[in-house]
Each structure stands twice: as structure tokens, then as C-alpha cells.
């Protein structure tokens, strides 16, 4: 994980979700995905992320509000 962190820092929160995501990191990769759609909230990719993480990491209850929250993004 520690060498994973350092190839990756500083890097888009994006790449850091996903990589985390790739290394079943799911607390990691969701915080990374959020952070990204803070800055990027139109971008399918990071939701699509986001929600994937959430289902891996057996979350449901936060699957369906993010899928909500993201129905409802400018």
C-alpha cells in the first residue's frame, strides 16, 4: 500500500480512487472519488466510480444516495 502511495501522490483523486479501488481499499477509494466530484461534479466517470466502490464495499444504503445525488448534479 505504502509503494502504491507513493506512485500515486499528488496524483488526480481520480487515479488515486481508482487505484485504491484496484487494491480493495473501498474507505480509501471512496474518499478519493468524493474529493474528486467535490472539484468535478459533471464528470460520469467519478461517479460511476464512486458507486462502484460502494457496491464492492457492500454499502447500500449509501449506493442509492449517491446515485441520487448524482440524478441531481448541475
Request: without cysteine; glycine residues 4%.
Amino acid at each position: 500500500l505504502k509503494a502504491l502511495e507513493q506512485l500515486v501522490r499528488g496524483s488526480d483523486p481520480k487515479w488515486m480512487g481508482m487505484a485504491y479501488f484496484e487494491v480493495e481499499k473501498y474507505d480509501l477509494a471512496e474518499s478519493q472519488f468524493r474529493a474528486a466530484i467535490a472539484v468535478r461534479p459533471k464528470e460520469p466517470e467519478l461517479w460511476i466510480g464512486l458507486v462502484q466502490t460502494l457496491v464492492r464495499a457492500r454499502k447500500p444504503e449509501k449506493v442509492e444516495a449517491a446515485i441520487e445525488e448524482a440524478k441531481f448534479r448541475p
